[in-house]
Each structure stands twice: as C-alpha cells, then as structure tokens.
C-alpha cells in the first residue's frame, strides 16, 4: 500500500471505536449504583470511562461496572460516549484513563495519541457479507468488487486490507483491484449490499451474524476463524501516558477489574449476555446467538492470567504492527514501534 493511503487513513479516521456501532458525545454518564459500590471507598475518586457504544463485545466494560469490580478496585465510574477527538484529549490530559479499542489505533499512536497498549481483552468480532446468491466466496473473488466499510481507516476496512494484500491484491484504491465504500450506520451497509450498490459488507458483530442466521446473507470471512487472525487479540486495553506515568498503580487496579470481568464472561457466557440485554447495553433479541457470540471472542480463563500473558499481549501487538507496515499503514520502523507502543504493568493481585 502507498504512502498516500497512510495519510488518506489519517484524514479519514473521525471516530474511533472498538468493536463497536457509532458513538455520539452528548448521551449523559452512567453511574456505578451496584451493592458493591455502595459499600467501597473509593481510593481512585471518580473516573470516566467510554462505555456506552451498544457493541456486545464491550462486554468487560459492562461486567466490571455491574458485578462491582471497578469500585472493589478503587473506583466511582461513570460510563460515557465520546467520539475519538473527545477521547484523544481525554486520554492526552489524563481524565480518561483507560479506553479499549482495536489495531486502528495504532496509525494515530503513530501520529501522536499519547497512549500505550496495556492489555489484551478478546478476539473476533468482524465478519465480512455477501448477497446469498453471490458468486463470492474466496478472497481472490473479491478482485474488481466494492467493499463497504464503516469508514476508510476503521478496522474493518484494515481488516479487509490485510486479508487482500496477503492474498497478492492491492487494497489500494489507486490500483483499481478494489474500491471501499463507507457507511455511517451498519443498517444502510445492509441495505447498500441488498441493493448491489457494494458486493460486500464488512462489519462489526452482531449485525453480520444476525443476517447470517436470517438467511439474508452468506459470511466469507470470520475474523475469529481466519487462519491470520484467529487466536490473535482484535482488541487490546490502551491507557493513558500521563497516567502511567504519574499513578501506574491506577492503571494496574483497572487492568485487575477488566481481567476479572474477562474471567467472569468465560465462566457464565448466558448470565453475561443476560447483564448486557437486562441492563440496556446492547440490543440483542436472539440470547442464544448472543452466547455463541460471546463464547466465540476467546474471553480468558481465570488461569490463562499466568506468567506468560503478557508476552502473548507483546507478541500480538507486534503481530499486528508488523503486518500494518508491510501494507503501508505505519512507516515506523516496526521492531522499535512495537517496543514503543506496549507498556507492560505489574497488575498485581
């Protein structure tokens, strides 16, 4: 990929999510009210956290904020919507400590954000559709097609990039192999696909795996299963620099609430999927594709928290800085970049 798409990301990028539907700033916080908050001090005061995106695979976030572990750790949560400039300042500045999001994070570290990936949270959770009666089904189909993305620069779009490039096909619209549309909301995506104004529609779960089981469409590509990508986090935990630096216990309590909340969700996958539906974070009608979904994202067992976990952590973010800048979208030096973006933290029991 040229040099120019690097640019052309960077332009593009207005809103930065993980795993997750358009967000908007104006919604108002929501407050810990769990029993267990009612009985904790709160060591670490009052934070804020982007938690209100509507994605299932924020589940964590969800978890943590209602079985009480933020305030068993320390804290007085409060979880908001921001849109990424909201976040970038938030996290420059210090009042967002932490914020979980995917490798479409790494071209703006790359350009400035003052954070470092701390932590891995899940896999999964992107599938690319095409109509039931397309001849698509390989990614060397997909040659000379159009491809609809939530915007140019979003993961999925990065995504579908590193599926092309490593299959020897230009992800470069300037080359005419593809072309990216970007649609704001996932619906008009499905509607665009319907309608065969794009052949393909990559997108963020549950919306693909809901259409799949209607019938609407066929998937030919799972983020979870792709021999490039399964078993490889789609989504790590980032914190805030001025945070690490000033209070790195603070970031090592969140690391402790988020983990238990991942360990939780791999022990009762269906009363985490009931927490989300019952407590209004996602919309989700279908509870038992829920499950399979949830199980699906590879969320980790109390003893995968072992000595070797954060050298997995490492080893994905290199994983993935690595395939980035052989694509174009980094042009640091990917050994170093990787060391700079990763910070490992003494979480502690």
């Not at 001090?41 to 994605?55: E, Q, V, W």
């Not at 590509?221 to 935990?237: A, I, Q, T, V």
């Not at 994905?316 to 800048?325: C, E, H, I, P, R």
Request: contains cysteine; aromatic residues 10%.
């Amino acid at each position: 990929m040229k040099k120019k798409i690097c640019a052309m990301i960077i332009a593009a990028v207005a809103v930065m999510t993980s795993c997750s539907v358009s967000e908007s700033s104006d919604s108002g916080a929501k407050k810990d009210t769990s029993p267990k908050a009612e009985k904790t001090d709160y060591k670490y005061g009052s934070i804020d956290i982007p938690g209100k995106d509507g994605a299932l695979c924020g589940a964590p976030i969800y978890v943590a904020y209602e079985n009480g572990y933020f305030a068993e750790e320390g804290f007085d949560v409060n979880l908001i919507s921001t849109d990424f400039e909201a976040r970038k300042i938030g996290l420059n500045n210090g009042s967002i400590p932490i914020v979980n999001g995917d490798f479409q994070f790494f071209p703006s570290i790359e350009n400035g954000i003052k954070v470092k990936v701390v932590d891995g949270l899940h896999e999964g959770c992107i599938k690319f559709a095409v109509r039931p009666d397309s001849d698509i089904s390989t990614v060397e189909d997909l040659k000379g097609k159009k491809i609809g993305v939530d915007e140019i620069g979003g993961t999925p779009h990065q995504v579908a990039s590193l599926w092309l490039e490593n299959a020897g096909i230009s992800a470069d619209p300037a080359d005419g192999e593809v072309s990216f549309l970007p649609y704001s909301d996932g619906n008009l995506e499905f509607e665009a696909l319907a309608k065969g104004e794009i052949d393909v529609a990559a997108l963020w779960d549950p919306l693909g795996s809901i259409h799949e089981k209607a019938g609407d469409v066929k998937i030919i590509f799972d983020l979870g299963k792709d021999p490039y990508f399964e078993n490889h986090f789609c989504c790590f935990l980032y914190a805030s620099e001025k945070v690490l630096e000033e209070d790195p216990e603070k970031v090592a309590a969140l690391l402790r609430a988020y983990r238990k909340a991942q360990e939780w969700i791999y022990a009762n996958p269906e009363d985490a999927v009931d927490l989300i539906v019952d407590g209004k974070y996602a919309s989700i009608e279908d509870r038992e594709l829920a499950v399979n979904l949830i199980k699906s994202y590879g969320y980790p067992a109390a003893e995968e928290h072992d000595e070797n976990w954060d050298a997995h952590v490492e080893e994905d973010v290199k994983y993935f800085v690595d395939g980035l800048a052989k694509i174009g979208y980094l042009e640091s030096d990917p050994e170093q970049f990787a060391k700079d973006i990763y910070q490992k933290v003494e979480v502690g029991e």
